[in-house]
């Protein structure tokens, strides 16, 4: 028995790495309170403020000697003498003397000593970069500044720009540049305070701050308050201002208004841009309407535009998907004519099409095609050639491309691409290089995730190999990678199907009692793995575990519990599970009621399975074929045949369509009924039902004449089937007829036959038919057979000689005891003291 233990919990904790952050600075770093008062200057803070002073302003003509203070203890040292308003009085100071100085002292206190400055630092800095018209490097400062303030700060930055820095020559700019911050960092409602404010005092914003900000509310109705304002105020909307319009009102799905206003813009000083038409024509081919989009293409021209790649791409990439490639391929005819040439982009959307139609040589087509014009592929090219590979099942190939990929520069094989890889070798059972590739994974510095383990460990939980899966498993677990539904269901259910009952539980237990089960799905697991082991007190235990956490049971959970107490013969405890169901306002099943069914029908309760039956329909609960076969098995056992199958006829609805298993049903009784006339006319009927006899209702058959010594016609039966394919039980069945019937020659060569036929022979075949040989006292037949064996290199051991001897014992032939012993002897087998 396997024994597996969790030695540790699942459940995930906090990694060791936040327990072991500490502060990087002292208490300075923290910001002051504007409304306390300063600190008192000592002599010694005097002191350490005139010497940093000193420093940054006898060495202003030295660009970047701010670096010679990196690591030094003795700055450090006077840095954790001074407090927050202190640093903003040396920023202040150094501003007013020496601009550049104050940008390297903030700087430097900033990235290399982990200071945190306060707000004033900040307003002072942006102000100088202001007055510098470093805008690009301003707008990374105040996006730094409100990240780090965060929501609702506008209110606390405006008073103070308003109380502090209201005369400063820059403010202007500054205020405009924080709206645009707040905008650009998706808060919105600090970006509409700021605005307000600057309306008040008559700042005037930029047509980049209102193109931030009616980006951000495209998606909601202000977007036209937003856009009048902006005409109000003077300022001419860039084509990028329409553009953001257009894109809003597409996603706000009002088309017509967002055609309106394009149209609109035909008599203005901006005008209509490319932009605007490709996002009119990007939104309709998303909603399908691609007719619509190829309208707008076609307006672009008449307003004396130019369509760029990225207008092609839209059509071709709308016409792909709808499958119209012919056509799409008439615009990259036409892309080129216009001087365009196809893009990355261009031959990544014609593969694609080509791959949603399943023509797997169009995709490799223009894949040759991109590689010939020098386009690099790019991971979404990879991806796709991947599915392709995969769909035709050569995995070689897939691997070989993965290669391709690493192998180029500036690609880097994704986990969608290696998930795809690691799910199909696992699928056709190539595991060792699954595990390879996930090593490699591994070694190239990567992290697998979480799918990537949940795929290796259900490929080797379907091979079998749950002990190898369970350990990956713990791996995950060690390495806090928290594993899914996947995982867990693998896991748990290989552990039953395998019967490692005790470590499914212990598992299932740590996942529960961790708060790692919120679905019913596990629990399902359980108590099936309970109740086909007839351990119902076990599943019954595991129901009221799962249902005490809160978790619904499903339909299945009850399914499972009455198929427990069904094969434990508690079938009233089985039934009033089915009131249990209700009560959770579920509806049974038909599998509920045919499982009932059956377990009746075993014990002959036919009443209770027409109950049952008549239970079912006025639930309006359809019967099914199963239903049907599962009465029919019951009503067979009463050895009634013609009577059974008359009750089934009237029972069954208009319309309905006997299937194979049902038929083979009624086959099998009436063979063991002796009645194999009646057998074969169901077979006949079968074929008037457009039903194809399976090679089970052959082998049926077959075994119904062999049994009943109809061996002539069994013959004949055999015969018949080498067209429709036959299987080795067909063989076995006709051989021990013949052993029986002591037809050792046509034995003998049927046995050769299968085996040229390349089934797999074991050793208890042989001893099948050398027990039938013993009963018969066919000592010569015993001889070829064992001969045989050996000559298969079949090693025979000392059992089979025991219960060869022993057939002869019973019938109590002594002479055939004596020849066989040493025919065994003969043939070079062993007799030790069980066979003496």
Known sequence: MLRLTLKSPLKPRLSSSFLLLKPSFSTANLAVDQSEPPPTTTTTTRTAISKILNFFLQTHCIRGSAKLLRGDPCFKNLILELNSSEIDGIVEKLSAENSESALEFFFLLRNDYGFNHSRVSYIVVAHILAKKQRFRALKFHLQHLVQQEGFGSAHSICELLLIRFQKWDSNHVVWDVLASAYSRCHMVNDALFVFSKMKDFDFQASVFTYNNLLYNLRHTDQIWDIYDDIKASGI????????????????QFLMQKAVDFVRGTEHRESGPCVVSFNTLMSSSSKMGSVDVAKSFFCMMFKCGLHPDVYSYNILIHGLSVAGAMEEALEFTDDMKKHGLEPDLVTYNVLAKGFHLLGMMNGVQKFVNEMLHKGINPDIFTYTMLNCVYRKAGNIDEGIKLREEMISRDGVHASDITDNMLLSSLCKSRRLDEALNLFHEIESSGRKPDHIMYSILIRGLCKLGLVEMAFQLYKDMCCKRIIPNIVAHRSILKSFCEKGYICEARVLFDALINCDLIDDIFLGNIMIDGYAKLGDIGEAVQVYELITGKGITPSIVTFNSLIYGFCKARKLDDARKWVDTI????????????????????????????FELLEEM???????????????????CKRRQMHESVRILKSMLPDGFQPDEVFYNTIIKSLCEARDIKGAFQLHKEMAVHKLQPSRATYNILLNGLCTHGELKDAEELFSTLQDVGLMKCDYTILI??????????????????????????SIRDYSAVINRLCKRNLLAGVEIFLRMMLFHGISVDSQICFVMLNSFRRICDRNSVFQLSSLMIKCGLDTDSNCG
């Open 236 to 251: 001419n909307p860039s084509e990028y201002t329409n553009s953001i319009l257009t894109d809003g009102l597409c996603k």
């Open 736 to 761: 021990k007829a013949h052993c029986a019937k002591g037809s050792l020659h046509n034995a003998v060569i049927l046995f050769q036959k299968m085996i040229e036929k390349g089934f797999e022979i």
């Open 582 to 609: 209700c009560a959770h306002g579920l509806i049974p099943s038909a599998r509920t009621y045919t499982t009932l069914m059956d377990a009746y029908g075993e014990d002959g309760k036919m009443q209770a399975v």
């Open 617 to 635: 329909k006025a639930r309006g609960i359809e019967p099914t074929h199963v239903t049907y076969t599962v009465i029919l098995k019951c009503l």
